[in-house]
């Protein structure tokens, strides 16, 4: 168990994955080197229905992190086990209020928005995905614009990066994605500025992954 805990971690995703990228983001935040396996979530009908993927993980969903010997799924799962682990830096305020807050805005996103707007969803609407997609995100965000009025400092809650920010910042390159009018959004917009010019937001953004095909690399 002791070589299997000092292994390098192994993380299961895809470049575009909003779930994967919050992991990323978190693995970068706190100086933990992985090595990247690429699940293709579109090539072969979907590399995450395979035999071998699925016996990481049975939901057939990235991000899966192998790591100290135990294999992990759901990127806020992997996160709090990261914040247990290794906490420097802190992505859980020490206040129970912040970190009520946090987790709030955490979940707003990846259980109130991503879901209803991901990849398999969408499969399933079909010709109106677009309009499906920004329904979904708009409708999210207004409620969120709202909340972070009243929490915000620098980031979205107070002025130290947190699992809301992690959470925020994929979901806002989905919203510009599927073009969604960010305008009614401006702490929102404000917020995601700042972090996008964090070391760790760049080095974990989708188009500098090893699977990033070459006309999407920054």
């Known amino acids: 168990m002791l070589i299997m805990a000092s292994e390098k971690p192994i993380l299961y995703s895809y470049f575009r994955s909003s779930c994967s990228w919050r992991v990323r983001i978190a693995l ?11 699940v293709n979530l579109l090539k072969d009908g979907g590399q995450q229905f395979s035999a071998e993927f699925k016996a990481a993980n049975p939901m057939q969903q990235v991000p899966v992190l192998k790591i100290d010997g135990i294999t992990l799924s759901q990127s806020l799962a992997i996160i709090h086990y990261l914040e247990d682990t290794h906490p420097n830096p802190r992505l859980l305020p020490q206040d129970p209020k912040k970190r009520a807050q946090v987790r709030m805005i955490a979940d707003h996103i990846a259980a109130g928005i991503q879901p209803i ?25 207004q409620a969120l614009e709202q909340i972070l009025q009243d929490t915000a400092g ?11 920010d992690l959470c ?13 009018d960010m305008g009614p959004y401006p702490t929102i917009t404000r917020i ?4 996008l010019e964090l070391e760790a937001f760049k080095v974990s953004h989708p188009s500098r992954q090893p699977d990033t095909p070459a006309e999407l690399r920054a």
Not at 154 to 164: F, I, N, Q, T
Not at 168 to 180: D, F, G, H, M, T
């Open 117 to 141: 707007q991901n990849l398999s969803i969408l499969n399933k609407i079909g010709e109106k995905k677009m309009e499906w997609a920004q329904n979904c995100i708009t409708s999210g965000f």
């Open 168 to 180: 925020l910042v994929p979901q806002v390159a989905n919203a510009e994605r599927y073009k969604v």
């Open 192 to 195: 995601n500025k700042a972090l």
């Open 28 to 38: 970068a935040l706190k100086g933990i080197a992985y090595d990247v396996v690429p």
């Open 154 to 164: 620098r980031y979205c809650v107070g002025d130290e990066v947190s699992m809301a």
